[in-house]
């Protein structure tokens, strides 16, 4: 019987709340509101249906607790109650018999429909009489408003903190995870949610103790301050994390699980290495200063006696080798000059600058390369390029990157070719060469900082990280197209000053 009456209602929740709703709002139409009179109605259908699965008196209560205080606040006597469950027991009782069950079984079913409208309303009545009931009624109100609070409050924290926050429960199962943890590993809460909490531990045989460690750790002083180590990433990729771990208990004392802060350092590490980077380059840069000035001064007299050797001498076989000895001389002094020129601190002044110009300063710096001897660079540069207000030095350093990007990609003989030109509103430099090319995967993490296909020592992985956030920091745009076995195209596109 109640299965019946439950599903009559659950089939027709809606028709029955909207036609309940439009009576009582004709009956008592200047003490509700629409809004008052739907969420009424359709708490009690809900009580109703509570008590026809069985529920315990605790939700059964808890509904008609609601309605109550619904009612109340409208100084509603119990015989308009009594008139508005009437019309909800009428209104009931029409759908079923819309049913056309006129049988025995729906003569029963009114029965129990009206069995279930007096029990409801002895409750409510019980309630009504009892005043301490909607003193209590209040202080739920309050409790629970302060601890929707509380819950909120925390809540903002959690999803709002750059951090990764994990609950871990009693039984090594990750309970909890906010939105910094999906933005820095990948994985949604329903990825992770009861995994173990080894999850995200990378299966290496450094970290197999770390687990171990930490509970140990946990149980001893009740917290982990700033553990430094790497954890694994939805895309399989190890990061470096800074890990705080608390310990949780209850009023008793007892442990019931802990909470773990995971920082993602990755940008910390890769500023520090630039900054390590920068200062190591500041000591070559010292060192290529002093070696260049003691160069300098013997080479400018080898060139002074070498010209006066080129004015006294006769000799067209000795002419031509003096030639020669004053070319080198002077491709030595450039080498030199550049030298000074790269060891100074770089400016971060801005400079209204043709692109062209550093360009050429670039191409010049790189054929020094040992192993530009087997490479070709054609170029087809803008000579009419418009000035741009940049700093210099930082372009520079971004056309070096590239090129010698390119140089690192040519095995033997290749070609380099650099071309540019401009419109309107933008200027375009092609950095093309025809090296071994870049795979469809490798390309993706190209711009990453620390990413790097060369051999360890080699390469840090920065060079082209830096020439990115250059670029993107003049408003311009530096993207990479490969084939692989054919080459690659570096195409950079910088915005013209107006």
């Not at 004709?26 to 809004?35: G, I, V």
Request: aromatic content about 8%.
């Amino acid at each position: 019987m109640k299965k019946l009456l439950l599903e009559l209602i659950n089939k027709y929740y809606d028709k029955i709340a909207s036609n309940w709703g439009e009576k009582v709002l004709k009956s008592f139409r200047k003490k509700f509101t629409q809004e008052q009179i739907d969420h009424s109605v359709k708490e009690n259908l809900n009580l109703f249906s509570e008590i026809l699965r069985g529920a315990d008196d605790t939700v059964i209560d808890k509904h008609l607790v609601l309605i109550y205080k619904e009612l109340s606040r409208l100084n509603l006597t119990l015989l308009e109650v009594s008139h508005i469950f009437s019309i909800g027991r009428n209104e009931i009782i029409n759908r079923l018999e819309s049913e056309k069950k006129k049988n025995t079984d729906s003569l029963f079913l009114i029965g129990f429909i009206d069995e279930l409208f007096e029990e409801v309303f002895a409750r409510f009545s019980m309630m009504h009489q009892e005043k301490k009931t909607y003193e209590l009624s209040k202080n739920i109100d309050r409790l629970t408003q302060k601890l929707e609070q509380n819950q909120q409050y925390l809540q903002n924290i959690l999803q709002t903190s750059d951090a990764a926050i994990m609950v871990i429960d009693q039984n090594e199962s990750i309970v909890a995870w906010n939105e910094g943890a999906q933005n820095i590993f990948g994985y949604t809460k329903e990825d992770v949610l009861n995994k173990p909490s080894s999850f995200l531990i990378p299966n290496k045989e450094k970290y197999k103790t770390e687990l171990d460690f930490i509970i140990s750790e946990v149980n001893k002083s009740g917290k982990v301050q700033i553990l430094e180590t790497e954890r694994t990433t939805k895309s399989g990729d190890l990061i470096p994390v800074q890990l705080n771990v608390t310990r949780l208990q209850n009023a008793k004392g007892n442990y019931y699980g802990r909470t773990v802060v995971i920082k993602d350092v990755t940008e910390v590490k890769r500023l520090q290495q630039q900054v390590d980077q920068s200062e190591k380059l500041a000591v070559i840069g010292q060192l290529a200063a002093g070696v260049a000035h003691e160069i300098g001064n013997p080479l400018t007299s080898i060139s002074s006696l070498v010209q006066i050797l080129q004015r006294k001498n006769e000799n067209k076989f000795s002419a031509n080798l003096l030639k020669n000895i004053k070319e080198n001389i002077d491709r030595i002094s450039k080498i030199v000059r550049e030298l000074v020129d790269l060891s100074r601190p770089p400016s971060n002044i801005e400079e209204l600058t043709q692109v062209t110009d550093i360009i050429k300063t670039a191409l010049g710096i790189v054929r020094y390369d040992k192993r530009v001897k087997e490479v070709q660079f054609v170029t087809k540069l803008d000579e009419k390029s418009p000035f741009v207000k940049i700093v210099p030095d930082q372009l520079l350093q971004v056309f070096i990157n590239i090129l010698i990007n390119s140089l690192d990609a040519i095995e033997g003989r290749g070609k380099i070719k650099v071309i540019s030109s401009h419109d309107e509103k933008h200027i375009y430099i092609e950095f093309i060469d025809n090296g071994c090319g870049i795979d469809e995967q490798i390309l993706k993490k190209i711009f990453d900082p620390f990413f790097t296909t060369k051999e360890t020592g080699k390469g840090t992985g920065l060079g082209l990280a830096i020439s990115y956030n250059i670029i993107k920091k003049l408003n311009g745009d530096i993207v990479v197209s490969s084939t692989v076995g054919k080459g690659s195209k570096f195409s950079v596109v910088l915005p013209i000053n107006k």
